[in-house]
């Protein structure tokens, strides 16, 4: 029914929130073309993360696809479509960090704990998101135990597993690529929660004086620095490790 809807349905110009599911469709789609392709001209070992990019992207250009018609129908947010993107495409990026760290030693276990962080974090943070009652104790309940899956997260990729099996390697390049993957988490990452809390009894919202939710300008903006960004980081250290290594 949506996609019927969306052929007729313009994109008003001044909906930002309608713009950014547009732009970041196309963004994504583009992204997830660029890393499919370019895995035809990295290095071997660095192809599955190639791969994995352009999944992470593609994947959540078939969603933006979903969601920018979803909106545009309703006029509501997706939030089910938005994390079930998120479920997918999070656990994806932890794999990106397994593979960066596995010739240092880096074990499944260490996969699976980021895997289960995120998830924890996700199934938390959409139940503050989907079964609100519009109250603050509700949305801060679930944000809060929610930003426990995050932080360890952080702390993995900062000062824990990841950031020593990082200086392992002793290899460069995977070291400096770590440590950008870190601050995306800190800051990019940091744009969800505050999204969050810019839903209808968030802190946010209410310290704002908002009566709309603008949660998903904030999530698609974000979606778009993190996911095409965290793609190019790795491809960055496909390349430059290429050009290091003495044919
Ligand atoms: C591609 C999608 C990404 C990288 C999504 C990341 C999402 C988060 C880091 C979400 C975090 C949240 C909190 C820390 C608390 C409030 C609820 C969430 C789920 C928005």
Redesign the pocket.
């Known amino acids: 029914m949506f996609t019927i809807l969306s052929d007729i349905v313009a994109i008003p110009v001044d909906d930002p929130i309608a713009f950014t599911f547009f732009t970041g469709y196309m963004a994504m789609l583009a992204a997830a073309v660029f890393f499919f392709v370019e895995r035809g001209s990295v290095e071997g070992k660095w192809k599955l993360s190639l791969l994995v990019s352009g999944l ?1 992207t593609g994947i ?1 250009a078939v969603h933006y696809y979903y969601m920018r018609d979803y909106y545009l129908a309703t006029g509501q947010t997706p939030t089910a479509l938005r994390y079930i ?2 479920t997918l ?2 656990p994806l ?1 932890c794999v990106e960090f397994y593979l960066l760290t596995k010739a240092a030693g880096a074990k499944v276990s260490l996969l699976w704990k980021l895997i289960i962080a995120s998830v924890w ?2 199934v ?3 139940i ?2 989907a079964f609100t009652d519009g109250s603050t104790s509700h949305s801060v309940i ?2 809060v135990l ?2 426990i ?2 932080v360890y997260i952080l702390y993995t990729a900062w000062v824990g597993e990841v950031a020593q099996l990082a200086k392992k390697s002793g290899d460069p390049v995977v070291i400096r690529g770590i440590k950008t993957l870190a601050w995306f988490v800190l800051v ?2 940091a744009v ?2 505050i ?2 809390m810019c839903m209808p009894g968030g802190w946010l919202n209410d310290g704002l004086g908002w009566s709309a939710s603008n949660v998903d300008l904030f999530y698609n903006i ?2 778009a620095i ?2 095409i960004g965290f793609g190019l980081v790795v491809y960055g250290i496909a390349v430059t490790s290429k050009s290091t290594v003495k044919a």
């Open positions: 992470i959540a993107d998120w495409t999070v990026m974090m996700l938390t943070g959409y503050g998101e679930w944000g929610s930003t899956g995050y990019g990452w969800y929660p999204g969050y974000a979606d993190n996911k």
